[in-house]
C-alpha cells in the first residue's frame, strides 16, 4: 500500500530564517506531487506540484521554491521566511497524469509558525 | 478557472441532527470529489461522483452531484461527533480545485 510522509509536524521559525519541509512517498512510482498551503480556517492553495524529476510548476508567485529530487522525493524551501508563511501544509501524491484530475492523497502535514 | 464556492462556511449542529452542505460552480466538471479533515490532519477523499444525477452514500452521508454536473451536496443524518471536521470539495475538470470548505462542529 501506498504511504506519505512529512517531516517535520511542526516547526516554529523566526522571520528571516531558511525553510525546508520535506515529502516522501512509498508504495508507487512516479507520483505527481503537491505542495498545499492552508491557512487557519481556509481551503487548500495549491503552491507547487510536479510530475517527474526535477518538473516543477509554480501556481502562486512567492518566497518559497520547490525541488524534487529524487522520484518520490518533494521538497519546500524557502531562503527567508515571512510572517505570511505561517500556515498548515499539506504534500500530496496521486497517480501520474499530465494534468492534476486524479485522486489526490495527502500527507499527515507540518504546521508551520513564523514568529 | 474553475470557482468553487462551498456553503455554509461554518456550521454549528447539535448529535442527532441532520444537515447539507453545498458545493456550487458555475463551471462543468466532469468528476467532484469530497474530503474531510480533522484538525492537525491531512484530508481524506470520503467519494467521487463522476455522472450528473448520481447519488451515493456512504452509511449516514448522502453525496449528490447535480445534473447539470456544477454542483453538488452533502447530506448527513444523524450527525455524530465524530462527523466533526472541515469538508471540502473538489472540482476535477482539466485540473483539480478546491472549495474552502464547510467546517462543520457536532455537539454531543
Known amino acids: 500500500s501506498q504511504t506519505i510522509h512529512q517531516w517535520p509536524a511542526t516547526l516554529v521559525q523566526p522571520v528571516g530564517s531558511p525553510l525546508s519541509l520535506e515529502c516522501t512517498v512509498e508504495?508507487?512510482?512516479?507520483?505527481?506531487l503537491y505542495w498545499y498551503r492552508q491557512a487557519a480556517g481556509r481551503g487548500l492553495q495549491l503552491l507547487f506540484y510536479s510530475v517527474g524529476i526535477g518538473q516543477i510548476s509554480s501556481e502562486v508567485p512567492q518566497n518559497l521554491s520547490a525541488s524534487r529530487p529524487q522520484d518520490r522525493q518533494f521538497i519546500l524551501s524557502s531562503k527567508k521566511l515571512l510572517l505570511s508563511d505561517s500556515g498548515f501544509y499539506l504534500c500530496?501524491?496521486?497517480?501520474?497524469?499530465?494534468?492534476?484530475?486524479?485522486?489526490?492523497?495527502f500527507g499527515p502535514g507540518t504546521r508551520l509558525t513564523v514568529l | 478557472t474553475q470557482l468553487l464556492e462551498q456553503s455554509p462556511q461554518f456550521l454549528s449542529i447539535q448529535e442527532g441532527e441532520n444537515l447539507t452542505v453545498y458545493c456550487n460552480s458555475s463551471?462543468?466538471?466532469?468528476?467532484l470529489q469530497w474530503y474531510r479533515q480533522e484538525p492537525g490532519e491531512g484530508p481524506v477523499l470520503l467519494v467521487t461522483v463522476v455522472t450528473g444525477g448520481e447519488v451515493k452514500k456512504l452509511k449516514r452521508l448522502t453525496f449528490q452531484f447535480g445534473d447539470a454536473r456544477k454542483d453538488s451536496s452533502l447530506h448527513i443524518t444523524a450527525a455524530q461527533p465524530g462527523d466533526t471536521g472541515l469538508y471540502l470539495c473538489?472540482?476535477?475538470?482539466?485540473?483539480?480545485?478546491f472549495g474552502a470548505g464547510t467546517r462543520l462542529t457536532v455537539k454531543p
Open positions: 473538489a472540482g476535477v475538470e482539466d485540473d483539480m480545485r
Open positions: 463551471s462543468v466538471f466532469s468528476s
Open positions: 508504495g508507487t512510482s512516479n507520483p505527481n
Open positions: 500530496a501524491w496521486s497517480a501520474f497524469s499530465a494534468g492534476r484530475t486524479d485522486t489526490q492523497y
